[in-house]
């Protein structure tokens, strides 16, 4: 009977033990959870200038084709009346 009784204390305190040292993890520390939303917010900004860029390399790109356009009409445009004038006159 002695020993039945000091197995179980035995096995009563190994399954406190093991259950006990599972509750102290209260998980990440303040410190741990400030860093990673810091580098979440970094990393957010990081992508927010990324787009930033490209949308204003778009934009860029898009005034420069409008201003091209304009230029080749407006040339050929005045390559058109100088072939009209030519044919009119000669």
Not at 85 to 90: A, I, L, P, S
């Amino acid at each position: 009977m002695k020993k039945s009784r000091h197995t179980f204390s035995v096995v009563a305190y190994a399954i406190a033990i093991s259950v006990l040292s599972g509750c102290g993890d209260s998980g990440p520390s303040r410190a741990e959870l400030q860093r990673q939303r810091d580098e979440a917010q970094q990393r957010a900004q990081r992508e927010q200038e990324g787009r930033h860029f490209w949308q204003t390399m778009a934009v860029v790109g898009g005034l420069g084709g409008v201003a091209l356009l304009v230029i080749g009409t407006a040339l050929g445009s005045k390559a058109r009346r100088d072939a009209e004038r030519r044919r009119k006159d000669g």
